[in-house]
C-alpha cells in the first residue's frame, strides 16, 4: 500500500480503539471457533494462544497504520507468512487458512462499526477501505508463503524418491529402513522400466529445439501425473528424458505380467504415445538392480525388434533374451552368416522363408520372386554357411544366428 498521510479523525478514532486489542482478538478467536468447518479439528498449536497471538498482532498492525499511514514494523507481515508456511506444512487446507483472515476482517470491522459514533461514519468508510485493502495484502502474503512452502516441500519428496530409487537401482541399500516403509518397498517391488521413443508431435518437436529442458520436464510432470492418478498414491520414479524406472509396490501391482501392464501403458500413452513400459518382479529391496536390469532389457529387445510402443513382456522376446545372455557360443553362433555379408538379397530371402514359415511359394510372393529364384537363393546360402533351412537343425541354427546378428 502506498504511504499516505493519515486523516486526523480515522487516526483519532484508531487510537481510542487501540485500547481494546485483547478483547477484540478474543471476540475474533471466538467467532473462528464458531464459523470457521472444522476449526477444532486443527493442529493444537493453531487454536486459542497461538491465534489470540496472530489476532492481537494483525490488529495492532492495522492500527497503526491507521494512526502513521505505514507499518511501524516494515517486517510486520513476516509473522503471518511464517504461520501460512507453518499450516502448509501441517496440511491445512489453505481455503481453511484464508478464511481465518476473511472472518477476522469481518469480525473487526464489525467492532468498528460498533465503537463509532454519529460523527465518525465518514472515518468509518475510510477504515473500511483500508481494512479491505491491507486484508488483501496480507492474504497475498500468506498464500504466496503457503505454496512456497508446499513446493519446497515436494520438491524434499521428489528429490527423496529420486535418490531412493537410484541407490536401489545401483544395489545400494538406504541407511534408514523407514525410508523403505515410508514407500512400502520392505517387500521389494514391481520394477518398471519405461522408455521414450521419439514422437512427430509438436512436444517432441519442440523438445529438439531452444525449449528443449521445458519439454522434458513437462513431459516428465504428465508421466509422474498419470502414475500417480493410475496407482492412487504417489510411487517413487526416476524418469530422465529418454526414459527410466518406476518401483511400484506389490500390493498396487499383483499380477504385472497381466492385463494390469497394458492398463499402465495404455494410460501413458496418453500422455505420450510412443512409450514402452516393461515390468520385472523383485521380491526384496537386494533384488531392485537385478529386475531392473531384466525390465530394461526388455524394451531394448522388443526396440531392436521393432515391435510396436506399449506393453513389452519377457515373454514377447523369450528366444532372443536367451540367445543376448553372452556365453562363448554366441560368437560362433553370430559368425555363421558371415558368408551372407556380401550377399544382402540372400540374407533377405532367408528372412523372409523363415517369417513364412518355409513356404517357398508365399516367400516368393512377398519379394515379387520366381519361386524357382527362393530355391536358388536358398540353394546358395545353404553352399555358403553349410545349413540347410529345409532341415530341423538347419532352421533352428539359421533363427539362432539371425537373431544374434539383429541384436548384436
Not at 481465518?100 to 454519529?118: D, H, I, S, W
Not at 522408455?195 to 529445439?209: L, T, Y
Not at 495404455?266 to 512409450?275: D, G, H, K, N, S
Request: contains cysteine.
Amino acid at each position: 500500500m502506498a504511504v499516505v498521510p493519515p486523516n486526523p479523525e480515522v487516526a483519532a478514532f484508531a487510537a481510542r480503539i487501540e485500547r481494546r486489542v485483547n478483547e477484540l482478538a478474543r471476540t475474533m478467536v471466538r467467532v473462528w471457533k464458531a464459523e470457521i468447518p472444522n476449526f477444532e479439528a486443527l493442529p493444537s498449536d493453531m487454536k486459542d494462544i497461538e491465534q489470540a497471538q496472530t489476532a492481537r498482532h494483525a490488529i495492532r498492525l492495522f492500527l497503526n497504520r491507521l494512526q502513521h499511514g505505514v507499518d511501524a514494523d516494515p517486517q510486520g507481515r513476516q509473522l503471518f507468512r511464517e504461520r501460512a508456511a507453518q499450516r502448509a506444512e501441517e496440511g491445512l487446507p489453505l481455503a481453511t487458512l484464508l478464511s481465518t483472515y476473511t472472518v477476522g476482517c469481518r469480525v473487526l470491522f464489525e467492532e468498528l462499526r460498533k465503537e463509532a459514533g454519529p460523527q465518525e461514519q465518514a472515518a468509518l468508510v475510510e477504515v473500511c477501505g483500508l481494512l479491505m485493502a491491507a486484508g488483501a495484502e496480507v492474504m497475498a502474503d500468506v498464500v504466496q508463503a503457503y505454496q512456497d512452502e508446499l513446493a519446497a516441500i515436494a520438491s524434499t519428496h521428489h528429490d527423496r524418491h529420486r535418490a531412493l530409487v537410484r541407490d536401489l537401482l545401483a544395489g545400494i541399500l538406504p541407511t534408514e529402513p523407514s525410508l523403505l516403509e515410508e514407500f512400502r518397498l520392505t517387500e521389494g517391488a514391481v520394477v518398471l522400466s519405461v522408455r521414450f521413443d521419439d514422437d512427430p508431435s509438436a512436444d517432441a518437436a519442440s523438445a529438439r529445439g531452444p525449449q528443449a529442458e521445458v519439454a522434458v520436464r513437462r513431459r516428465l510432470r504428465r508421466i509422474q501425473g498419470a502414475l500417480d492418478r493410475h496407482f492412487g498414491r504417489t510411487v517413487p520414479m526416476l524418469l530422465e528424458a529418454d526414459g527410466g524406472h518406476v518401483l511400484v509396490p506389490h500390493a498396487l501391482l499383483p499380477a504385472p505380467d497381466g492385463p494390469a501392464l497394458d492398463e499402465i501403458a495404455a494410460r501413458l500413452a496418453e500422455t505420450w504415445p510412443a512409450v514402452r513400459v516393461s515390468a520385472a518382479v523383485a521380491n526384496s529391496p537386494r533384488e531392485v538392480a537385478a529386475a531392473a536390469r531384466t525390465a530394461s532389457e526388455v524394451l531394448r529387445l522388443a526396440s531392436r525388434l521393432g515391435r510396436p510402443p506399449g506393453a513389452c513382456r519377457l515373454a514377447d522376446v523369450l528366444l532372443e533374451f536367451h540367445l543376448t545372455r553372452r556365453d562363448e557360443s554366441a560368437e560362433l553362433l553370430s559368425g555363421l552368416l558371415a558368408p551372407l555379408s556380401e550377399r544382402p538379397e540372400l540374407l533377405e530371402t532367408l528372412r523372409v522363408f523363415l517369417a513364412e514359415n518355409y513356404d517357398r511359394r508365399r516367400t516368393a510372393r512377398r519379394l515379387s520372386l520366381h519361386p524357382n529364384t527362393v530355391d536358388n537363393r536358398l540353394a546358395r546360402t545353404t553352399e555358403l554357411t553349410g545349413l540347410d533351412p529345409s532341415t530341423p537343425r538347419g532352421v533352428t541354427l539359421l533363427m539362432t544366428a539371425l537373431a544374434l546378428r539383429d541384436l548384436g
